[in-house]
């Protein structure tokens, strides 16, 4: 099994709930092709720098998962497929991190 950081980038108009609940379903394909969600992280709604498909703004999640090298194929189709989803990136790392991401530590910095 191989290890990924998987960023979604959803659009704009949807709620947090609906966006939660659409990283909920990446989940289960996740499952559903042999692999393994280890952490979920929600970065928000944020500004992009250019726009893509007519928005200006996006949500962003990014999901640490440990997966089938073959199944990643499936997983980016699934991606494209999905409507809400305007963006997605996957990268293979050595290992899954334990630590919050950069975004997350920007992100409680910002709300103290």
Known sequence: MAYYESVLV?????????????????????KELGGDVKSTE????KNLAYIIRKNRKAHYVMLNIELPGAQIVELER?????????RFLNVRVDELSSTPSIMMKKNTEEAE
């Open 42 to 45: 929600f970065w928000g709604l």
């Open 10 to 30: 959803f659009r704009q108009d949807l709620t947090e709930p609906q966006v939660k609940e659409k990283a909920a379903k990446f989940t289960e394909i996740i």
């Open 78 to 86: 699934r991606a494209r497929i999905d409507e809400d989803v305007i």
